[in-house]
């Protein structure tokens, strides 16, 4: 009997997977269902006996079964977008049952935990610290250095804390892993928790993601036993993209209102309930596994560039010909994530600017496409690497529009904590509408619609960039979390680089 496997991840299904999969039943076949090899152009994609078929539809089954089929892209395994990366987190993806026991302890699933419970806390820690592996959410902490600071600190109970508010555009790595190989972060939570004491954890996961909250929810049903005496609870967020700050997603996660606090004090000495916290995102606890693995640490740290250890799973979205998840080591460039990697846009238009880090990140002009992936590179270079989300435009996009589209962003979903975020972010978008509107005369109906958004008396349109540039730092520098404080990153350097769609 023919089997087909195919995956049953969010972005497969909603392809058409699942009337692929009913299809190839009905066919008599016996059908599989895997995690996402992270091809998505080629979603849905069948595998039988390792050669890929995609993007499928129930009409191509057929064809498929009976040899004819144009779709055939060869071995799986071998194809340039999958020999090309260096998988390590998404080491199962594409080849494992995301709920099968047997295939998780069969691909090396449980070994890290194992051996650190052999090991005592403080060498654990030592083990993460040495590993290079910094926090694959935001600004990139040295994770070893977190769960120092928790082991250490003086408190009843600890906690882990899984941030799985995966809000930035262009970014499905957490889904991914969270849907595909649940039990890899699992169990890089129970070693986290062995490392610094923790008797509780809690997953804390958007709204938006149903099949990752089903999956999660029955994976530890499957291993409490194997976890135990920690134990983890998945809470469900609301959809405040400022959730995805850590001290507001423990404010959320205590039944509070969503927004900022103040630090100090750290997350990692007073957090959850005023205990000691870890906090970390998906990624950076699933790679835990893998670097307590044997030799697993002295790996990760050999692997990137700098101070960037280890991979990262880069996603590839927005106008791009090969959308999907490429993990790869730190160091690798952006021409060759969007060129020989990516295919170049999908439009077959010149690329115009990528924007890397969410929507917050900044976007990167043609001329520095030789930046590496590296996270001093970025700052450097006054960009963010952030998730690693990659999302593409290509030469018919108006920077205007994206920069007021950052001002508008961080004005809806501020908390409204501190003064830059709250006000600065609407005076921001009023600004830009007004540098817009600067290069013309309105009649005066406009001029009564756009009141709001129009040159002020006396001021001209460089008058109005020089204003939003002071905006920009000041919002910079006195915003109380990223939201507010890395908003001029998209809206600076839009100007910076395409100055021209300003009117300047």
């Known amino acids: 009997?023919?089997?087909?496997?195919?995956?049953?991840?969010?972005?497969?299904?909603?392809?058409?997977?699942?009337?692929?999969?009913?299809?190839?039943?009905?066919?008599?076949?016996?059908?599989?269902?895997?995690?996402?090899?992270?091809?998505?152009?080629?979603?849905?994609?069948?595998?039988?006996?390792?050669?890929?078929?995609?993007?499928?539809?129930?009409?191509?089954?057929?064809?498929?079964?009976?040899?004819?089929?144009?779709?055939?892209?060869?071995?799986?395994?071998?194809?340039?977008?999958?020999?090309?990366?260096?998988?390590?987190?998404?080491?199962?993806?594409?080849?494992?049952?995301?709920?099968?026991?047997?295939?998780?302890?069969?691909?090396?699933?449980?070994?890290?935990?194992?051996?650190?419970?052999?090991?005592?806390?403080?060498?654990?820690?030592?083990?993460?610290?040495?590993?290079?592996?910094?926090?694959?959410?935001?600004?990139?902490?040295?994770?070893?250095?977190?769960?120092?600071?928790?082991?250490?600190?003086?408190?009843?109970?600890?906690?882990?804390?899984?941030?799985?508010?995966?809000?930035?555009?262009?970014?499905?790595?957490?889904?991914?892993?969270?849907?595909?190989?649940?039990?890899?972060?699992?169990?890089?939570?129970?070693?986290?928790?062995?490392?610094?004491?923790?008797?509780?954890?809690?997953?804390?996961?958007?709204?938006?993601?149903?099949?990752?909250?089903?999956?999660?929810?029955?994976?530890?049903?499957?291993?409490?036993?194997?976890?135990?005496?920690?134990?983890?609870?998945?809470?469900?967020?609301?959809?405040?993209?400022?959730?995805?700050?850590?001290?507001?997603?423990?404010?959320?996660?205590?039944?509070?209102?969503?927004?900022?606090?103040?630090?100090?004090?750290?997350?990692?000495?007073?957090?959850?309930?005023?205990?000691?916290?870890?906090?970390?995102n998906v990624l950076t606890l699933a790679a835990v596994p893998h670097i307590m693995g044997e030799g697993g640490a002295a790996l990760y740290d050999r692997l990137g560039v700098a101070r960037s250890k280890g991979t990262m799973p880069i996603q590839l979205a927005g106008n791009i010909r090969h959308g999907g998840l490429f993990e790869t080591a730190f160091g690798i460039t952006l021409s060759d994530l969007i060129y020989e990697i990516g295919g170049g846009t999908a439009s077959g238009r010149p690329v115009k600017a990528v924007q890397v880090g969410g929507p917050l990140g900044a976007y990167i002009h043609p001329d520095q496409f030789d930046l590496p992936f590296d996270y001093e590179a970025y700052a450097a270079a006054d960009a963010l690497i952030g998730h690693g989300g990659v999302v593409v435009f290509d030469d018919t996009v108006d920077m205007r529009g994206l920069a007021r589209f950052a001002m508008e962003f961080c004005a809806v979903e501020s908390c409204g904590k501190c003064t830059p975020c709250r006000i600065g972010a609407v005076r921001g978008t009023e600004l830009i509408d007004r540098i817009g509107a600067g290069g013309r005369a309105l009649d005066p109906l406009e001029q009564t619609a756009q009141m709001h958004n129009m040159p002020k008396a006396g001021r001209s349109r460089a008058d109005e960039i020089a204003l939003l540039e002071d905006l920009c730092e000041t919002m910079k520098f006195g915003s109380l979390c990223a939201l507010g404080g890395f908003t001029p990153y998209p809206v600076m350097s839009a100007l910076k680089h395409w100055p021209k769609d300003f009117g300047a």
């Not at 497969?12 to 091809?39: I, L, Q």
């Not at 849907?179 to 928790?193: K, R, S, T, V």
Request: proline share 5%.
């Open 1 to 280: 009997m023919t089997v087909v496997r195919l995956s049953d991840d969010a972005l497969a299904c909603a392809c058409g997977a699942d009337a692929v999969a009913a299809t190839f039943e009905a066919a008599g076949c016996t059908v599989e269902r895997v995690s996402s090899w992270g091809m998505h152009w080629l979603e849905p994609l069948a595998e039988i006996e390792g050669a890929g078929f995609g993007p499928l539809g129930p009409q191509d089954v057929a064809a498929v079964l009976d040899g004819s089929s144009d779709k055939g892209i060869g071995v799986i395994a071998q194809h340039p977008f999958i020999v090309r990366q260096q998988r390590l987190t998404f080491a199962r993806a594409g080849k494992t049952r995301p709920l099968s026991l047997e295939d998780y302890a069969q691909s090396g699933g449980w070994v890290g935990l194992e051996r650190a419970r052999a090991m005592s806390p403080e060498a654990v820690v030592s083990e993460v610290t040495q590993s290079g592996l910094r926090g694959r959410g935001g600004a990139g902490f040295p994770a070893g250095i977190k769960w120092q600071t928790v082991l250490e600190a003086k408190g009843a109970r600890k906690y882990i804390v899984c941030n799985a508010d995966e809000g930035d555009s262009g970014t499905f790595a957490d889904r991914m892993l969270m849907e595909g190989d649940p039990f890899a972060l699992i169990e890089g939570m129970a070693i986290a928790a062995h490392a610094v004491g923790a008797q509780q954890g809690y997953i804390y996961v958007r709204s938006e993601y149903p099949h990752a909250i089903t999956k999660l929810n029955s994976a530890l049903d499957l291993v409490a036993h194997k976890i135990a005496p920690f134990q983890i609870d998945v809470r469900v967020g609301a959809g405040a993209y400022v959730c995805g700050e850590e001290t507001s997603l423990l404010n959320s996660l205590e039944g509070k209102r969503g927004e900022v606090r103040a630090k100090p004090p750290l997350p990692a000495l007073t957090g959850l309930f005023g205990c000691p916290t870890v906090v970390n």
